[in-house]
T-cell receptor, first 114, second 115 residues
């Protein structure tokens, strides 16, 4: 089954404690992205990757890091989380157009930073 | 930069009614894609319908159809014969044709279908 798997689904942490949210896709997609969802703002892109070792900032990259060492994995790293990073996070993957433009999303990670 | 605007934060209709969700966007691109995503309480993002900008014909998927007005930069979603399972947050989204690295989302419309 084609899918994007995120872990964990829920996470409560304290300010300053480094954390990693994992993302893995089994569709051999080139493109992967991280988004955060906040009420009234929709989803906003944090970082994206167009292939292994190729990453770039999205619209709201401050406070986040990513890496793409393997095609299937794209972890999101918060080196020193702060309360304003409390949000719902989604990982997504897409094939290179025009093959297919549909983005496949993970199940989401609800992060609370206290 | 592209922007997507959904001006209806919340909507509510009775089961079996038809409802239309509005979306406008701003872009200088000529080649792009537009999407409607559904997010039920499970939080899963589900693709409802997709429209290629170069296609004049409006996309349809069963009870879901769009009214794509390219000149007006409008992309509304019509849900016919609404069902309780349609209750969800709906997001309109834009993607440039060159490179699928970014979806730009609207703010979302929370739709409630009442029995």
């Amino acid at each position: 089954e084609a899918q994007v798997t995120q872990n964990p689904r829920y996470l409560i942490t304290v300010t300053g404690k480094k954390l990693t949210v994992t993302c893995s896709q089994n569709m051999n997609h080139e493109y992967m992205s991280w988004y955060r969802q906040d009420p009234g703002l929709g989803l906003r892109q944090i970082y994206y990757s167009m292939n292994v070792e190729v990453t770039d900032k999205g619209d709201v990259p401050e406070g986040y890091k990513v890496s793409r060492k393997e095609k299937r994995n794209f972890p999101l790293i918060l080196e020193s989380p702060s309360p304003n990073q409390t949000s719902l996070y989604f990982c997504a993957s897409t094939a290179r157009p025009p093959v297919n433009t549909e983005a496949f999303f993970g199940q989401g990670t609800r992060l609370t930073v206290v | 930069a592209q922007t997507v605007t959904q001006s209806q934060p919340e909507m509510s209709v009775q089961e079996a009614e038809t409802v239309t969700l509005s979306c406008t966007y701003d872009t200088s691109e000529s080649n792009y894609y537009l999407f409607w995503y559904k997010q039920p309480p499970s939080r899963q993002m589900i693709l409802v319908i997709r429209q290629e900008a170069y296609k004049q014909q409006n996309a349809t998927e069963n009870r879901f159809s769009v009214n794509f007005q390219k000149a007006a930069k409008s992309f509304s979603l019509k849900i016919s014969d609404s069902q309780l399972g349609d209750t969800a947050m709906y997001f309109c989204a834009f993607m440039k044709g060159q490179g699928a690295q970014k979806l730009v989302f609207g703010q979302g419309t929370r739709l409630t279908i009442n029995p």
